[in-house]
């Protein structure tokens, strides 16, 4: 098993950039492919990005590719999700999870475990 625990949200105005962490305890953090997804109020849970075990294999969702970069340090046990040119639709609460595949899904519902999530906030 493995808990996880986000932090890095908060307030930025439109353009701006968060760094949000995903610090896992628990079992070998390398034995989990991660995930990052994010729900709006009144709206579903929306993948985000993902990572293999490895880093090597790395997926993101239309609406943030070449904004947001996803990565993790197996040493710190952490994963990171870099995000640039925020915009107002970025407004979510955004939420680690992880699963015990090599290859990370794009599905909510196929993670194991999840972190509380962060609040993020982009004025326009």
């Known amino acids: 098993q493995v808990q996880l625990a986000e932090s890095g949200g908060g307030l930025v105005q439109a353009g701006g950039s968060l760094r949000l962490s995903c610090a896992a305890s628990?079992?070998?953090?390398?034995?989990?492919?991660m995930g990052w997804f994010r729900q709006a109020p009144g709206k579903e849970r929306d993948f985000v990005a993902a990572?293999?075990?490895?880093?090597?294999?790395?997926y993101y969702a239309d609406s943030v590719r070449v904004r947001f970069t996803i990565s993790r340090d197996n040493a710190k046990n952490t994963a990171y999700l870099q995000m640039n040119s925020l915009k107002p639709e970025d407004t979510a609460v955004y939420y680690c999870?992880?699963?015990?595949?090599?290859?990370?899904?794009?599905?909510?519902?196929?993670?194991?475990?999840w972190g509380q999530g962060t609040q993020v906030t982009v004025s326009a």
């Open positions: 628990g079992r070998t953090f390398s034995s989990y492919a």
């Open positions: 990572i293999s075990r490895n880093g090597g294999t790395i």
């Open positions: 999870a992880a699963v015990g595949t090599w290859y990370p899904p794009k599905k909510a519902n196929s993670y194991d475990y």
